[in-house]
């Protein structure tokens, strides 16, 4: 079993200090981790099928926010489902990419 020192042996002074250090490393990652949730929630990714005919938006972690068919779509009839599906996936794919673009480890220096 492998030994930890006590970080509370020795000078209080030098403990205290030590302590302090400790919280504010804490605060700015913590900062870091925030500003990187809002960048991710603030991302808004945009497809649309070759034909034109659907447009789907995701946001945040591959919510669709927006589904549009424009009348040529709606004359697609039963063709029109699979061509839904296919560009949710492909925005939600694209939007995924996005996602991975943030590097928390990067930011979190550690």
């Not at 981790?33 to 929630?41: C, P, R, S, T």
């Amino acid at each position: 079993m492998a030994e930890y020192a006590n970080p509370f042996k020795g000078d209080p002074e030098e403990v205290l200090k030590n302590l302090e250090n400790v919280q504010k490393s804490l605060k700015e990652r913590l900062a870091s981790l925030k500003e990187l949730q809002a960048g991710v929630n603030g991302l808004t990714t945009t497809a649309t099928d070759p034909e034109g005919a659907v447009t789907v938006t995701v946001v945040g972690r591959g919510e669709i926010q927006g589904l549009e068919v424009t009348p040529a779509g709606l004359k697609m009839r039963k063709d029109l489902g699979p061509v839904i599906v296919r560009t949710v996936e492909e925005a939600r794919d694209r939007h995924l990419d996005r996602m991975n673009d943030f590097d928390p480890l990067a930011r979190l220096d550690l």
